[in-house]
């Protein structure tokens, strides 16, 4: 893989590249990165891969290696908490007082150093629409510039893929250079697009904007109990309502109106002028900012005319959220690629059916090579997979009595293991609900409880522990050894038909709708989940599918056949003679 890796790079070439579980990937691109000399972005899925790349695989290749090089990482400004909004934040509590003890210690504040993430985190950490960058007078003290303003240098920089995306979006004015590019977990890529071009309206930052004017003298008290009534909304589903019906947008042109942009941004502009404090400044023309911003929007939402998105809204714990997604991304993917001289993309899981042509469809990718590495483990040896034949099928008419059933069996599970357990969710409801009613003998945490690197270390330090995840624990953890010995998957991965952006893309393929992209998008992510176990030679452990659909099923066979050749079983007693 490296050999492929550093001639693409030495020919300036495009690579899609699959790297079976144990094949090094990581060092696979990072050795030939080193070698060429020549400055790479390194874009992952996931903060926690960040953070493992970063702590662990560079730190051991500037020791191993001969050639001297520099590395560093970057997260999104949301990760580091911000002096000015901090400044204005106002908190009392236990936990308030735990994050001020914190920060006049921290000398990098970041959110990944806390125990905890406190609830009141969104408004003390950075945010891009609140930032003045140079013009703020916390410029120079600001914990994210200052570690930013050292990157320039480096010849390895790890971002993430929302950060590599909002770099796009920022026409390439985030990242401190752009040579070669490596996209780790390249699948998630599409999605990550989807969401960053697209746009959120909320009510905590319809809120946070109100406060914000009347901090500046801006008349608005009217206002809140509007604000409040028009996302307090009980009378819609809790489910996404895709498109968004006539009536509310013409109320949400209602509160439009009642915000008077026009009105406020000249009586802003006229404060700013007049402002002879650098603090009191800099909050104005962030604020402005922010306000054209919220106005774009609201507006956006108002009219959905942007054929390429899909618009909808949905309740999001007690208020409406508005939210859209771009639906086709090849645009922007080659817009992405083309700001580099070359660019790998890679995974241990990119292939669907044996080839890469999902993949490839779905980002408009051409002219790239491809590559195929297997895996060098025996996994009929060092593996056993469990699929489940008597629960319910886990469709949306059996769904509480499949979540209380599979729970019994979750426990056997977690038994015939003596704990050491991923449990992997395709939902947060479910999660909560294994979390909350789940009786076994062993310490678990769930994802959520703190931040996902300490979860990981956490995880690996507690002996017999349990872990219950979703979302990115699917791909790009590694926990190596005896301290994981059984993933528990508890149904096909499939995208919710209710997702608004999959009814849309579905629609667009028409007929084609479950072979070109239901199944595929499927195996990709339950390849992922698989590869959470076997991490080494001498490593042996259980994968556990809830979902009886993977035998029953017309399309079973397929997804089987994308797996490893395994052995299988039915028997819960077969994988506690397994572990015996």
């Not at 349990?466 to 953890?477: D, I, S, Y």
Request: proline share 4%; glycine share 6%.
């Amino acid at each position: 893989m490296a050999e492929e890796v550093l001639r693409c790079f030495d020919n300036n070439k495009g690579l899609l590249i699959e790297a079976g579980t144990g094949v090094g990937k990581s060092f696979a691109y990072l050795i030939p990165a080193i070698l060429s000399r020549r400055k790479t972005i390194i874009s992952t899925s996931s903060l926690a891969l960040q953070d493992q790349l970063v702590g662990k695989d560079l730190v051991f290749l500037q020791k191993a290696l001969p050639q001297k090089f520099s590395f560093g990482i970057l997260k999104g400004k949301n990760n580091y908490v911000c002096l000015k909004r901090e400044r204005e934040y106002t908190g009392t509590g236990n936990s308030y007082e735990i994050f001020r003890r914190w920060l006049a210690k921290t000398k990098t504040g970041q959110m990944a150093e806390l125990p905890f993430i406190p609830e009141f985190w969104p408004e003390v950490c950075g945010d891009p629409q609140d930032c003045n960058g140079r013009k703020c007078p916390f410029y120079v003290p600001c914990f994210y510039y200052r570690h930013y303003r050292g990157l320039h240098k480096k010849d390895i920089l790890v971002v993430n893929h929302h950060l590599l995306i909002h770099d796009l979006l920022s026409d390439f004015n985030i990242l401190p250079f752009h040579e070669q590019l490596v996209i780790d977990e390249a699948a998630e890529v599409e999605d990550v697009i989807s969401r960053v071009l697209g746009s959120r309206l909320t009510y905590s930052r319809t809120m946070w904007l109100l406060y914000r004017l009347k901090g500046l003298k801006i008349i608005v008290d009217h206002l809140f109990a509007d604000v409040k009534a028009f996302f307090d909304r009980g009378d819609i589903d809790s489910g996404p309502v895709f498109p968004i019906p006539a009536h509310v947008t013409e109320l949400l042109r209602g509160l439009r109106e009642k915000f008077a942009v026009d009105k406020t941004l000249s009586t802003l502009d006229k404060q700013r002028k007049s402002a002879a404090d650098d603090e009191i400044k800099d909050r104005i023309e962030t604020t402005i900012g922010f306000l054209k911003s919220f106005a774009g929007d609201v507006d956006d939402f108002i009219g959905q005319a942007d054929a390429n998105k899909v618009y909808y809204m949905e309740v999001s714990g007690t208020t409406l959220e508005f939210k859209s997604n771009l639906v086709e991304c090849q645009i922007p993917f080659q817009i992405l690629i083309d700001k580099y001289d070359s660019t790998i993309m890679t995974s241990a899981t990119l292939t669907s059916g044996g080839n890469f042509d999902f993949l490839k469809k779905r980002l408009g990718i051409q002219d790239f090579e491809e590559k195929v590495i297997g895996s060098p483990f025996d996994y009929k040896k060092q593996s056993l997979l469990y699929i489940d034949k008597n629960l319910p099928k886990p469709d949306r008419a059996n769904e509480q009595i499949f979540q209380q059933e599979s729970l019994g069996v979750m426990e056997d599970l977690i038994s015939a293991s003596r704990g050491r357990t991923l449990v992997l969710f395709t939902s947060y409801r479910h999660l909560h609900f294994a979390a909350e009613n789940i009786t076994i003998p062993y310490p678990f945490k769930s994802q959520g409880d703190m931040p996902p690197a300490r979860l990981i270390e956490w995880f690996k330090d507690t002996p017999d522990s349990v872990l219950f995840a979703t979302a990115t624990f699917w791909q790009g953890v590694d926990i190596k050894g005896d301290k994981l010995s059984l993933v528990i998957i508890d149904k096909l991965p499939f995208s919710s038909p209710a997702d608004p952006l999959y009814q849309e893309r579905c629609k667009r393929l028409g007929k084609r709708w479950f072979y070109d992209l239901a199944l595929p998008s499927a195996i990709l992510r339950l390849r992922q989940g698989f590869g959470r176990l076997i991490r080494g030679r001498n490593e042996y452990g259980v994968v556990a599918i809830l979902d009886r659909r993977v035998v029953e099923s017309s399309y079973g066979p397929t997804i089987l056949s994308s797996l490893q050749e395994v052995n299988i079983t039915h028997s819960v007693e077969d994988v506690r003679q397994f572990f015996a």
